[in-house]
């Protein structure tokens, strides 16, 4: 025998419909465009997929009859069972019709409820009769597009350039600052550059610097 179940996943709420349909029906189609060509006419062109959709029909039950299904949340009367499916339309729920046998789902697919109709007749004895309408839920694909970079936008380069390592000199016996000057700059006379770059290791006086000491090139 079957099983009618609309499972809310957005809100982790499931309904076993109490009284079991006695069928379902699924619509599905495809979009058709017509087109005028020169000398040839209209011609159908067929589009893309319509989301389908499927039709209950039954009834919420005002007592406890022998036939009454029950399972997952249990509602007071039949008036909340519509009250209950015409919130999760109005919320714009993502509904999982499962139909199910013995042999397993014949439906398992998501979709929104687009249509509740309900109603009450005297001989009904409190039942609420209802037809729900159901569309197919296509989740919505988003491609992601690489934007061109803006004409005449110069080019921002973000490497970062690596430090420069400090320029050193080792001095050997014999040197002074002045030859030292004349090696690095080619002028003997820029040796205050020297001195001031490495004032705290040579001292108050420029003349007396010793083998072994390593200054920094500015």
Known sequence: MFEFWLKNETKSEDILLPVTPEGYEISTGMEIETVRATNLGDINVAGRRKPKSITLSSFFPARDYPFVRKGGILLGNAAEYVKKLEQWKDAKDIIRLVIA??????????????????????EDNGDITYTINLRQYTPMKVSAVAQAP??????????????????????KSGDCLSAIARQIYGDASQWKKIYEANKSIIGGNPNLIFPGQTYTIP
Not at 101 to 122: H, L, M, P
């Open 101 to 122: 046998d013995n042999g397993g789902a014949r439906v398992n697919d998501q979709f929104y409820i687009e249509n509740i109709t309900s109603g009450e007749r005297k």
């Open 150 to 171: 803006a004409a005449n936008t110069p080019r921002t380069d973000t490497t970062t350039a690596a430090p420069k390592k400090a320029k050193t000199y080792t001095v």
